[in-house]
Nanobody
């Protein structure tokens, strides 16, 4: 049974930083690309960032590029999202997702097989 469990969300002020973690189990972690997505109040699911199975390549949405950093430690079956200079518009439920490395790195959620339940990030202005 595959599980992706996010943690690290919370309530912060604009300009603060947070680091989200996503711990995976039940899959061969090093053979999956990982992505972070978010869904804000009244909004659809939005791509945030993705990283290849080896960690050698990353992809970011324009809205977070330069502020967020995705990384992974395969030995710990964990992917991270370091979020700096947070803005009120970053408020959302953040979820991690996994897709097999055979697929190219991409922002399309339909390519992702497994999803976590999400962690709430609230940024007050």
């Amino acid at each position: 049974q595959v599980q992706l469990v996010e943690s690290g969300g919370g309530l912060v002020q604009a300009g603060d930083s947070l680091r989200l973690s996503c711990a995976a189990s039940g899959l061969t972690f090093s053979t999956y690309n990982l992505g972070w997505f978010r869904q804000g109040p009244g909004n659809g699911r939005e791509f945030v960032a993705a990283i290849t199975s080896s960690g050698g390549s990353t992809l970011y949405s324009d809205s977070v590029k330069g502020r967020f950093t995705i990384s992974r430690v395969n030995a710990k079956n964990t992917v991270y999202l370091q979020m700096n200079s947070l803005k009120a518009e970053d408020t959302a439920v953040y979820s991690c997702a996994a897709n097999p490395q055979a697929y190219p790195l991409n922002s399309d959620p339909t390519f992702y097989y497994y999803w976590g339940q999400g962690t709430q990030v609230t940024v007050s202005s």
